[in-house]
């Protein structure tokens, strides 16, 4: 199995990055080919605007999902996102490692969404290409993540609400919209506050979902 993990996390030695490596190393122990975007690594430009084209189907005013089309059919995506679809072209599984800012993810992460899953690539405005008929159907993605709050604090009665219900728009109207087969998320809640031993716990369970896979 192809295997792209993106990583979204500022700091490379985090928890979300040692959760990033170990999904590569289990990964590839197991036979998968593994291949990692480190978006904060590699300064992946994070807005979507007239700069991401080469080739302009319009001049005079700037429909982002409009030149999307265009350059889908062209080839006038500029390197940065060239290379990020090929990447997923390649995959047959997908998995997002971040920390959830604000019950999303990093702003980078959301760059990615907006310029690599463009119309055209992803899905196909122009002909109703999306969710079962979504572009990037017959491929597996999976959310992987870290919070700052306990997990009671993400439960039906907790201050944040249900973690489900706060995913649902991500998975949803981002991931299934495309045609993607969104596996159930992996999630360390608070890691901050818990020993090292309760982390290295974690960590474990985490290997497991990874094998699993």
């Known amino acids: 199995m192809n ?7 500022p700091e490379p030695n985090s928890l979300n ?11 590839r122990d197991n036979g998968h080919v593994v291949k990692v975007s ?22 005079t005013i700037f429909s982002p999902i ?28 997908l998995i997002f490692q971040f920390p959830l800012w604000w019950t999303s993810y990093p702003a980078i992460l959301k760059g990615w969404f907006d310029r690599v899953f463009a119309n055209g690539f992803a899905f196909d405005s ?5 969710y079962e008929t979504g ?13 700052g709050a306990v997990k009671d604090a993400y439960s039906k009665n907790g201050p944040h609400g249900d973690i489900n219900e706060l995913l649902k728009y991500i998975i949803h109207n981002t991931l ?37 896979l």
């Open 126 to 130: 122009s002909k109703d290409k999306y």
């Open 38 to 59: 480190d978006l904060y690594g590699m300064h992946f430009k994070a807005t979507l605007d007239k700069q991401d084209f080469t080739q302009r189907k319009d001049e």
């Open 66 to 93: 409009a030149e999307q089309l265009n350059a889908s059919g062209t080839g006038s995506f500029t390197e940065d996102i060239r290379d990020e679809m090929k990447k997923v072209e390649w995959a047959d599984l």
């Open 17 to 27: 990055g040692v959760m990033k490596d170990l999904a590569a190393k289990t990964m």
């Open 3 to 9: 295997v792209l993990i993106i990583f979204a996390h």
């Open 176 to 212: 299934e919209l495309t045609g993607l087969e969104v596996l159930s998320p992996i999630t360390i809640f608070g890691p901050s506050l818990m020993s090292k031993e309760k982390v290295k716990e974690e960590l474990e369970r985490y290997k497991e979902r990874i094998n699993s």
């Open 135 to 147: 572009l990037l159907r017959g491929k597996k993605a999976i959310l992987s993540f870290t919070t």
